[in-house]
């Protein structure tokens, strides 16, 4: 750790540049994923703007627990509904278990108004909040 310092020490441009490449890491992969949405805003987003919540997981993990009102695509067959999603004129949220895959997705996409629930089911699990369990 001592080397460390040291080294910041006598090397003070160095570091400068290092910590603005750990900066801008973070800026463009936060950009790359898309916009976050927490688990409470989900709901002001669906009752003001009637957003259309759309799972990515497969349909086994759909039918064990999701969202109410949302829709299951598995990411899988996102490819095929691209230029359905693409032409709503409602806000899209992306949900997958962790938040990676629903970012992925929504780069694929492309909607101008698309969002990736933070964290994803695990989160919304976490937060106590209820899922609908299918047939």
């Known amino acids: 750790m001592e080397r460390w310092f040291e080294f910041m020490g ?5 570091f400068g540049i290092l910590a603005v490449l750990v900066v801008v890491f973070f800026i463009i992969e936060g950009q790359r994923n898309g916009r976050k949405i927490s688990p409470q805003s989900l ?6 703007k009637n957003a259309m919540l759309i799972d990515l997981r497969d349909a086994k ?3 064990e627990g999701h969202i109410s009102g949302s829709r299951n695509i598995p990411y899988s067959q996102i490819t095929k509904h691209v230029d359905e999603l693409k032409a709503s004129d409602r806000p899209l949220v992306f949900i997958c278990n962790l938040g990676q895959v629903a970012g992925s997705a929504l780069q694929q996409v492309g909607h101008a108004d ?7 089911i695990t989160n919304w699990k976490a937060q106590g909040l209820p899922l609908v369990k299918s047939k």
Do not use: E, Q, S, W
């Open 10 to 14: 006598n090397h003070p441009f160095l």
């Open 43 to 48: 709901g002001i987003l669906v009752k003001a």
């Open 61 to 63: 993990d759909f039918r």
């Open 114 to 120: 698309a969002y990736r629930l933070d964290g994803g």
